[in-house]
């Protein structure tokens, strides 16, 4: 990311400084009328700042409402569920893996959090399932086709509420915050399928090579305290039944066949209809609806005060790149190539910047659906949205599951999850322009 905001930033003022050397006032321009492009870039930045700061306070109280929402699903066990839900196909997803192994129990609990939109709680599974799956692992530095496979399913998981872009859809003024919710599943469930087909095909042109001499693929047992946090890890339960499990996931190929044939008629029903199923099974399962709604709320509220600094960082970025001219330039030449795709010149920088940084393509969705001439209601901010919410940023994924233990060769891990952004990019296409083209 310091790259990135360097790289930005740098080619901002380097743009800017070129068209200002060469440029002259307009004749027909009264001289304070006249904008240079240096001035251009000072304007750009300083409001920039100050836009940050108001998007983060409106954040704030729509934050706070969905993390109460998600802590009261959260204590009522729906964690647990999902994870149970899952737990057949992982089993038969990573056969090298004991069913009954801390990994297993890892893996799925981090997928499960995914799912629902809990990334707080997904990335310290993920690390714990890297420390597990490497105790398995012979090739010590090297990735398993178990961490490969985990770590392409991780930058392509399926999401079922995109939490954060709902709550900036909302704050940016969208009459329609949840529509991209069925885009949003159509998307990962087409990147998800692309990353274990990429990961299948790709397997054969990375061999793992000869086994670290000395180092058993299981490591000596566990001290009692972590033993202890291994078992909670695990502590899913059994998979659920077949029928149950099929089931589920018919519920859940209706809700997204309802969402992209209702489209605009179905999306005002989903966040009411939130509202009211988190809470009522909140009271199912014997919550405190209320003192857990509010300790969530209390955590959206820290939240949306301390993305304050990176939001006004990235913003400022971009909007130097942007008010230099570099930013229209680089997309003019790329957009002769996507928008016959369906993919436009405003797009562009969400899809490119996707992968690499997460605060970056945050800072992108807001600033492209907060600019007057898009709005998050248009083509274009359906677009942005459901890129946002259908994929991960994947060399950050990378970098810290890998960084946990100490992993040198990746093999395809990379390959696989910039093969799945870009068919999440796909995806989110192919169901934009069905529904909002």
Not at 254 to 281: D, E, H, N, Y
Not at 367 to 380: F, L
Request: hydrophobic letters at 55%; charged letters at 10%.
């Amino acid at each position: 990311m310091n790259i990135v905001f360097f790289v930005l930033v740098a080619a901002g003022f380097l743009v800017a400084g070129w068209r200002q050397i060469g440029w002259k006032a307009p004749a027909d321009a009264g001289a304070s009328l006249a904008v240079s492009p240096m001035q251009a870039l000072s304007s750009g930045l300083v409001e920039a700042a100050g836009a940050a700061v108001t998007l983060s306070i409106g954040l704030v109280g729509i934050m706070a409402l969905f993390l109460g929402l998600v802590r009261v699903a959260e204590e009522g066990g729906l964690l647990r569920m999902l994870a149970r839900l899952i737990r057949p196909l992982m089993v038969r997803a990573f056969p090298e893996v004991p069913p009954d192994h801390p990994a297993m129990g890892a893996m799925i609990l981090n997928m499960a959090a995914n799912v629902v939109g809990i990334g707080n709680a997904a990335t310290p599974f993920g690390i714990r399932a890297m420390q597990e799956l490497d105790r398995l692992n012979p090739h010590k530095g090297t990735a398993s086709d178990a961490m490969v496979l985990f770590l392409a399913i991780n930058t392509a998981s399926v999401t079922l509420i995109p939490t954060s872009v709902i709550v900036l859809r909302a704050a940016s003024g969208s009459v329609d915050p949840a529509g991209i919710i069925g885009t949003t599943l159509f998307a990962t469930i087409c990147s998800t399928a692309v990353a274990i087909l990429a990961v299948k095909l790709l397997r054969p042109l990375f061999p793992l090579g000869p086994a670290t001499p000395g180092e058993p693929a299981e490591a000596p047992a566990p001290a009692p305290a972590a033993a202890d946090a291994a078992r909670d890890l695990s502590a899913a339960g059994p998979g659920y039944s077949r029928a149950v499990s099929i089931a589920a996931f018919g519920a859940i190929a209706a809700v997204l066949a309802l969402t992209l044939w209702g489209g605009r008629s179905a999306s005002p029903w989903i966040i009411p209809a939130l509202v009211v199923l988190f809470l009522a099974f909140g009271l199912w399962r014997r919550v405190r609806i209320y003192e857990s709604f509010v300790e969530g709320a209390r955590e959206g509220f820290e939240v949306g005060v301390r993305i304050i600094p990176y939001l006004v960082a990235i913003l400022v970025a971009i909007a130097m790149f942007r008010a230099s001219g570099a930013l229209d330039a680089t997309v003019a030449a790329l957009a002769v190539v996507t928008a016959p795709l369906g993919l436009p010149a405003e797009a562009l920088p969400m899809a490119l910047l996707r992968p690499l940084s997460g605060s970056g393509a945050y800072g992108v969705l807001a600033a492209t659906i907060q600019d007057p001439r898009i709005g998050p209601d248009s083509y274009v901010g359906y677009l942005v949205s459901t890129i946002q919410g259908s994929s991960e940023t994947t060399l950050y994924v990378l970098a810290v599951y890998f960084g946990a233990v100490r992993i040198r060769r990746m093999r395809h891990a990379l390959a696989a999850g910039l093969i799945a952004d870009v068919a999440a990019v796909v995806g989110a296409v192919v169901a934009v322009s069905y529904l909002f083209a």
